[in-house]
Every structure is written in C-alpha cells, then in structure tokens.
C-alpha cells in the first residue's frame, strides 16, 4: 500500500507539522503560539482520522477516491493556487508602491510562473 493511501498519513503528517511549527516558534521565541499551532494541527489530525463517515473528509483522507473527487481535488488546487498567485501580485504590488524592492513576493510570484510553465511543457509532452 502507497503511503499516502494510509489513514495515518494525513493526521500523523499534521501532527509532526505541528511540532515542526512549535520548535520553530520558540526558536523564534513565541513558545505560546507554538503550542497554539500544534494544538490546531493535532485538532485537524483528529478530524481527518475521526472525521466519521463525512464524504469529504473521507475524500481528504484517501479513502474510496473516485474520479469524481479526484477533479474535485484538482479544481479545488486550481482555486487554491490563484487565490495565492493573486495575493502574491498583489502584496508585491503594495510593496513596490511603498517604494520597498517586493520581496519576497516578487520570488514567490517568479517561482509561482516557472512553475506553471514548467507544468504546461512537460503535461503538453505527456499528454
């Protein structure tokens, strides 16, 4: 069985980015936002693994994939993704204005374009 197929992927995933977060936080020296976000991450891991028999959580989960969930699942990315491009063009556009040089947003928006370039050529080729 894939990894990513297993019921635990997702809440154990959440979980350890939940301690990632709290040892990045009290590095940065924000101890109580860190356990704050490791409690939301632990919070999501439970849903996703005791989410019951809620259709969408299944779908989040891996469990009994379709067709159907998976254009669901490529859709929702597609949305994702433009509303992150779009606030990336437009903080790098505030930025600029405030006569700062747009960083980072002005990389992740280069990255974000390389990226879909990228995926254009080599979906072009394979399909």
């Known amino acids: 069985m894939e990894m990513t197929r297993s019921k635990w992927f997702q809440p154990v995933f959440a979980v350890l980015l939940g301690f ?14 860190g356990l704050y976000s490791l409690a939301v991450m632990v919070a999501f891991g439970a849903l996703i693994l005791f ?5 969408t959580i ?51 928006g280069a990255l974000a374009g390389l990226a879909y370039l990228a995926a254009v050529a080599v979906l072009r080729v394979r399909g």
């Open 20 to 33: 990632v977060l709290l040892g990045a936080m009290w590095i940065g020296g924000d101890v109580r936002a």
């Open 51 to 55: 989410g019951g028999r809620s259709e």
């Open 58 to 108: 299944r779908g989040l989960r891996g469990d009994g994939r379709d067709e159907r969930f998976r254009q669901i699942d490529v859709t929702a990315t597609a949305i994702a993704g433009l509303v992150v491009i779009t606030a990336t063009i437009g903080a790098f556009i505030v930025e600029v204005a405030r006569g700062h040089d747009g960083s980072p947003y002005g990389q992740l």
